[in-house]
């Protein structure tokens, strides 16, 4: 696949190689793991994330697949992801560089830019002291909708995020907090998966990843019914006889994480 540049790294990268150019950008570091390192940096006045992924060995591989787990093997998965969101109308990142070189899965060479969503604030700190005093009911109740809206949308366009939580949600901040001007978008995708239809089993992992991260929030029963007449597009009779099945799954799975992260804190 041919590198994808847009401005200013179109310019600026023009008569360069673009794995030297991506490797010699500075800034501040968020995460350097032995096969992917992110960082902010800023180019022009503006702000932008960058991922760079090394390759992570056939032994880190082998590890994943032995334990069940999929590997994360470069950018092109939250590259495909930010691409399908966008087509299915989910407000999201802005790609503005990729590129991948190398067939060796273990050691294939990869990075992803994407523009910096800024001013936010995530969803979970947005939420954070809603149980003690609960939000305006006509805010709280569109950022359900929205973040409903967000879910059912990415799931029927055959992407599943694997790190579904509320935190991954931010918030935008450059105007008040207003039902008139709010806008979500979703974040981290480097785990994401795209296909021509979602599966269930995925989908479930989701939604019970999503529920669990909004267990401390004060949610309502009202509140979880309104999240899934938006979510399924059908009427709650149906959807409380149709999916009976998964619901009280999601209550013992959220159940279940709830009581891992108080046993072990943040490392689920």
Same mark, same amino acid.
């Given at each position: 696949?041919?590198?994808?540049?847009?401005?200013?790294?179109?310019?600026?990268?023009?008569?360069?190689?673009?794995?030297?150019?991506?490797?010699?950008?500075?800034?501040?570091?968020?995460?350097?793991?032995?096969?992917?390192?992110?960082?902010?940096?800023?180019?022009?006045?503006?702000?932008?994330?960058?991922?760079?992924?090394?390759?992570?060995?056939?032994?880190?591989?082998?590890? %994943?697949?032995?334990?069940?787990?999929?590997?994360?093997?470069?950018?092109? %998965?939250?590259?495909?992801?930010?691409?399908?969101?966008?087509?299915?109308?989910?407000?999201?990142?802005?790609?503005?560089?990729?590129?991948?070189?190398?067939? %060796?899965?273990?050691?294939?060479?990869?990075?992803?830019?994407?523009?910096?969503?800024?001013?936010?604030?995530?969803?979970?700190?947005?939420?954070?002291?809603?149980?003690?005093?609960?939000?305006?009911?006509?805010?709280?109740?569109?950022?359900?909708?929205?973040?409903?809206?967000?879910?059912?949308?990415?799931?029927?366009?055959?992407?599943?995020?694997?790190?579904?939580?509320?935190?991954?949600?931010?918030?935008?901040?450059?105007?008040?907090?207003?039902?008139?001007?709010?806008?979500?978008?979703?974040?981290?995708?480097?785990?994401?998966?795209?296909?021509?239809?979602?599966?269930?089993?995925?989908? %479930?992992?989701?939604?019970?990843?999503?529920?669990?991260?909004?267990?401390?929030?004060?949610?309502?029963?009202?509140?979880?019914?309104?999240?899934?007449?938006?979510?399924?597009?059908?009427?709650?009779?149906?959807?409380?006889?149709?999916?009976?099945?998964?619901?009280?799954?999601?209550?013992?799975?959220?159940?279940?994480?709830?009581?891992?992260?108080?046993?072990?804190?943040?490392?689920?």
């Amino acid at each position: 696949m041919n590198p994808f540049l847009a401005e200013p790294f179109a310019s600026l990268w023009a008569q360069q190689d673009v794995f030297v150019a991506v490797e010699a950008l500075d800034g501040e570091v968020f995460r350097e793991l032995e096969g992917r390192r992110t960082l902010r940096t800023e180019v022009a006045g503006r702000g932008y994330f960058v991922k760079i992924h090394r390759g992570i060995g056939w032994g880190e591989i082998i590890k %994943n697949l032995l334990s069940a787990k999929l590997p994360v093997l470069g950018a092109r %998965n939250e590259y495909r992801a930010i691409q399908r969101l966008q087509q299915a109308g989910v407000d999201t990142m802005t790609a503005v560089a990729f590129a991948e070189r190398g067939r %060796n899965p273990a050691r294939q060479h990869s990075f992803i830019i994407t523009e910096e969503l800024a001013p936010t604030i995530s969803l979970e700190d947005y939420c954070m002291g809603w149980m003690q005093q609960p939000p305006a009911f006509a805010l709280k109740k569109l950022l359900l909708e929205r973040v409903a809206d967000m879910a059912g949308k990415m799931h029927r366009a055959g992407v599943n995020h694997r790190d579904f939580y509320i935190c991954h949600f931010l918030l935008h901040t450059d105007q008040p907090v207003e039902t008139g001007s709010l806008k979500l978008s979703l974040i981290d995708l480097h785990r994401a998966q795209t296909r021509e239809r979602t599966p269930l089993r995925w989908r %479930n992992k989701d939604l019970a990843a999503l529920y669990f991260s909004a267990l401390d929030i004060g949610l309502t029963r009202h509140d979880k019914l309104r999240f899934l007449q938006v979510y399924f597009q059908q009427p709650l009779r149906k959807i409380l006889r149709d999916e009976a099945r998964l619901l009280g799954w999601l209550e013992k799975k959220a159940e279940k994480l709830y009581e891992r992260k108080q046993r072990y804190g943040d490392a689920l």
